[in-house]
T-cell receptor, first 116, second 114 residues
Framework: AQSVAQPEDQVNVAEGNPLTVKCTYS??????LFWYVQYPNRGLQFLLK??????LVKGSYGFEAEFNKSQTSFHLKKPSALVSDSALYFC??????????????FGAGTRLAVHP | EAQVTQNPRYLITVTGKKLTVTCSQN?????MSWYRQDPGLGLRQIYY???????DKGDVPEGYKVSRKEKRNFPLILESPSPNQTSLYFC?????????????FGPGTRLLVL
């Protein structure tokens, strides 16, 4: 069965420091991987995705993610955290070939808290 | 502005009282989907629709119904809500349902069933 795991419930970072939010996946074949962010009382906003090609994917708001096939990981990173980055982050994915059309498998979410 | 809208945003109801949560998108997307978000579980798909009159079950369809009579609308119906359906619900859409497509999410509907 396909799965996406976010091993940390919460990540705490000081403003200005680099941040990493971890994600690992288990899918058969080639994965499609996404990061979404949810601000309080808002819907999910798309940050970035990996489909194929360069393992380093750049997205919105200065975020980037690195696809690592050998470690089955897709960690979200930002060089310098802002207080406004505090939110709930979801990693999602699926394999490239099976059915279910665009159904995504979501991780449980990681709450990022950036402290001034 | 391209967007997915949901109504209502907040709803408190009682067990057994039928309710409908509306979802509408203005991007001419063919694919629409409903998810529920529960703490520690992430988002799980309830139903999806590939186009008008084409719907199918997701991972957690029990207790829900959907319809797709128009391309832009995809309402979620709870015929007889129960407390275990208390959750945060999201509607999403994408262009054609292709596996790598970005899905666009509505603002969410927080439902409490007493």
């Amino acid at each position: 069965a396909q799965s996406v795991a976010q091993p940390e419930d919460q990540v705490n970072v000081a403003e200005g420091n680099p941040l990493t939010v971890k994600c690992t996946y288990s899918v058969s074949g080639n994965p499609y991987l996404f990061w979404y962010v949810q601000y309080p009382n808002r819907g999910l906003q798309f940050l970035l995705k990996y489909i194929t090609g360069d393992n380093l994917v750049k997205g919105s708001y200065g975020f980037e993610a690195e696809f690592n096939k050998s470690q089955t990981s897709f960690h979200l990173k930002k060089p310098s955290a802002l207080v406004s980055d505090s939110a709930l982050y979801f990693c999602a994915g699926r394999d490239a070939f099976s059915g279910g059309y665009n159904k995504l498998i979501f991780g449980a979410g990681t709450r990022l808290a950036v402290h001034p | 502005e391209a967007q997915v809208t949901q109504n209502p945003r907040y709803l408190i109801t009682v067990t057994g009282k039928k309710l409908t949560v509306t979802c509408s998108q203005n991007m001419n997307h063919e694919y629409m989907s409903w998810y529920r978000q529960d703490p520690g579980l992430g988002l799980r798909q309830i139903y999806y629709s590939m186009n008008v009159e084409v719907t199918d079950k997701g991972d957690v369809p029990e207790g829900y119904k959907v319809s797709r009579k128009e391309k832009r609308n995809f309402p979620l119906i709870l015929e007889s809500p129960s407390p275990n359906q208390t959750s945060l619900y999201f509607c999403a859409s994408s262009l054609s349902g292709g596996r790598g497509e970005t899905q666009y999410f509505g603002p969410g509907t927080r439902l409490l069933v007493l």
